[in-house]
């Protein structure tokens, strides 16, 4: 099983984070969607990975080193063709290095532009008395500023994952607000137990954050995760 | 050796209660306490400067636990902190059901001294797998055999409502303030520090208990929250479970650090564990026992639709007002309704729409019963409200007589014959003294009644989703 041998060569290396190349591979295991990500490790490489994908694609800095990506510049959206990409790749190695000098680096991931959609969070952490617990919300200013967010403790029923979705303030973005499309509520309860019977099966990831996850009126998309595990 | 289960339940049934260390010091309180205990109750003291006063109280006392001629069930000790490891450790050797400890001074006196003598007494009693309850705590009250832990509480007539409490103040105030609201005790427990039976065995135990039908929990914090997680599970599927948590601010945490040692938690968290579980969440003994009343004395809440009787145009827009806020609807009856009403009901200044203004109609009772069978039979509502407004009463003198007893019964022969959930709101304005008297006649006849729109209202919320979520099961 690909997360069983990821969780272990990381622990071997000593490592507790892993990165979102990493994190991706065990979520679509999990059987949740996430954007297609490939690791480049030139500029050359890079152009020609997005190529393949097809324009726009997204440039991350992938190191176990960096968690916060776009606090170091490691970050950039929206590249539209091979020249974009390669002068990319080289601004995110130079200013991650500046910002972290001592900082691990793998390389660049690339990574297909998603379609807008609304953005939500799904989180797992663990609870001092009662073990492992889910948090959901609508993603940006809304759970940073309003913290307008659910929690239920794994593992979740299938009323559990409807109820906490629906406990947000910001439900009746969800449902589809003023002409915008609704997401699929019924997919994003999917990922919700998908995430619990995960951990449940996995004691040894500590704390995971899968965010944002794009939700559609169609499907669903994980643009970003982070897996740490148990030291 | 009979288990342990079967050995708590000997101690909340006991046939036998032995009290040690009880002292003038203590006002010989729980001597006094077991006062009208139905078994035989037995005292064991060493000091012979306590022997006049325990003999005083007609009470049997021995020098040591091993000497009394039977066995024990259920013992309190209220020895100093030092003696506790022997004097469990006697406990375990004579096979009592279970001990609880009033002694304090272990780990919520936040001392390593504390902790460690906490640790030794808890390591005796696992060891010999005995139940431990406490320390720091008043134990168990079981009213319908006198096992009681203060001589205010009252003794003879049990219920059917378990209380777990951390608190020995509210186990305390729950037994005293429930009665007065028609809630009577199966049994109660006041379990403190925790150090080795906690919450979840108490909410096991009562889950199991064929006297309790409904348990009510007073909690500050639990040591294995996965195990009360997967209990309260069970337990809430079969019956309501009421949990009031202590200590959900900052401020509160460090309260319950100091009360019982216990780590309260995130209160997101707690209220994950409750919605999840299906229990019902209270923040105040006020809204525990409304809650409990309502549970025990109403029908099951079938939806969200009130129809309200108030008894002036004032109050029926303030009624609507408290229990809009709390989510439900007052809808428009049905056409079958209003014809029933304009049959008999007075419209001059007052009004049959929902809210009800019964306003001149008041003077007669059958007007005033016929409006709420009305709004009982109507397919538009789930729930009858009627305010009974003291003022009210008084002012029209039917108060203290004839008048309004036949009222109550012709209410309570009401609440009988309604299919749906039927409460009542007193309202007290200036006149509190004739209201208590009110009160009482109605908790009489199980008529659940409440001291504000508010507070009604807020009860029949937390009732009615729990129905809702029980039936979508």
């Known amino acids: 099983m690909t997360s069983n041998k990821i969780i272990s060569t990381a622990s071997k290396e000593g490592r507790t984070a892993l990165t979102e190349i990493e994190a991706k591979k065990i979520l679509t295991e999990a059987g949740i969607a996430c954007t297609e990500i490939k690791l480049a490790t030139t500029a050359k490489e890079a152009a020609a990975t997005a190529k393949k994908m097809g324009f726009p694609v997204v440039l991350k800095i992938v190191s176990q080193d960096i968690l916060h990506k776009t606090d170091v510049g490691g970050v950039k959206l929206n ?18 290095k500046k910002h972290k000098p001592k900082a691990k680096i793998d390389g660049v991931s690339v990574q297909p532009m998603a379609k807008p959609g609304i953005e939500v969070i799904i989180g797992m952490s663990k609870d001092q008395q009662f073990g492992p617990v889910l948090m959901f919300g609508l993603g940006g200013i809304l759970v940073e500023v309003l913290k307008d967010v659910s929690f239920r403790i794994v593992p979740l029923t299938k009323r559990d994952a409807r109820d906490m979705i629906k406990e947000i303030k910001g439900y009746p973005i969800l449902q589809g607000y003023r002409g915008h499309d609704p997401a699929n509520i019924e997919l994003l309860e999917d990922i919700l137990l998908k995430v619990s019977e995960f951990v449940e099966k996995q004691p040894e990831i500590k704390e995971l954050d899968i965010n944002p996850i794009f939700a559609y009126k169609d499907g669903a998309l994980a643009l970003d995760a982070r897996i740490i595990l148990e030291s | 050796m009979e288990d342990a289960l079967k050995r708590l339940d000997r101690a909340f049934n006991p046939r036998s209660v032995a009290v040690i260390g009880d002292k003038m010091a203590l006002g010989y309180m729980w001597l006094k306490a077991m006062s009208h205990f139905r078994g035989n109750l037995y005292s064991v003291q060493i000091d012979e400067r306590e022997f006049p006063g325990i003999a005083s109280l007609g009470i049997k006392n021995y020098l040591k636990l091993s000497d009394i001629p039977e066995e024990i069930d259920y013992a309190v000790i209220a020895v100093p902190n030092t003696v506790t490891p022997r004097i469990i450790r006697d406990c375990i050797d004579k096979n009592v059901g279970a001990a609880s400890l009033f002694t304090s001074g272990f780990a919520e006196s936040g001392t390593d001294e504390g902790r460690r003598l906490q640790e030794t007494i808890a390591q005796i009693a696992r060891d010999a797998n005995f139940n431990l309850i406490g320390p720091n705590c008043m134990g168990i009250y079981n009213p319908r055999l006198g096992v009681r832990h203060s001589m205010d509480q009252s003794h003879g007539r049990g219920g059917n409502v378990a209380f777990i409490s951390q608190s020995g103040t509210h186990a305390t105030f729950f037994s005293l303030v429930g009665p007065l609201n028609g809630i009577y005790i199966s049994k109660s427990v006041s379990y403190g520090n925790a150090a080795v039976l906690d919450s979840t065995d108490y909410l096991e135990y009562f889950g199991n208990d064929a006297e309790t039908e409904i348990i009510g929990i007073y909690i500050e914090g639990v040591n294995d929250g996965r195990k009360l997680f997967s209990t309260l599970k069970e337990v809430a599927k079969h019956k309501p479970v009421v949990i009031w948590k202590g200590g959900t601010g900052e401020e509160g945490q460090r309260a319950t650090a100091s009360h019982t040692s216990s780590m309260a938690g995130s209160p997101a968290i707690w209220d994950a564990l409750i919605k999840q ?55 428009l009856l049905s056409e079958a309704s209003y014809n029933k009403f ?109 001291a504000s729109f508010e507070s009604g209202a807020r009860a029949l919320r937390k009732v009615a989703d729990y129905y809702q979520r029980k039936s979508s099961l």
């Open chain 2, 342 to 450: 304009a049959a008999f009901f007075q419209t001059l200044g007052a009004s049959y729409r929902n809210p009800l203004d019964i306003s001149l109609n008041f003077p007669y009772l059958d007007r005033i019963i016929k409006s709420i069978e009305i709004l009982g039979e109507d397919e538009n509502i789930d729930t009858v409200v009627l305010e009974i407004s003291v003022p009210f009463l008084k002012d029209l003198s039917w108060i203290n007589t004839n008048l309004f007893d036949t009222m109550i019964e012709a209410v309570a022969d009401f609440r009988k014959r309604c299919a749906k959930s039927f409460i009542t709101i007193l309202v007290s304005g200036h006149a509190e003294q004739e209201a208590l008297e009110v009160k009482k006649k109605l908790v009489a006849k199980d008529i659940p009644c409440f």
């Open chain 2, 277 to 331: 579980c299906g229990a019902i969440k209270v923040d105040n003994l006020y809204e525990l026992i409304d809650t409990t009343k309502l549970l025990l004395h109403a029908r099951p809440v079938a939806g969200d639709r009130v129809g309200l009787a108030a008894m002036t145009g004032g109050q029926s827009v303030v009624i609507t007002d408290a229990f809009t806020r709390e989510g439900f609807k007052a809808p």
């Open chain 1, 79 to 96: 590249l539209n063709n091979e020249d974009e990409v390669g002068k990319a790749f080289d601004e995110i190695m130079k200013s991650a």
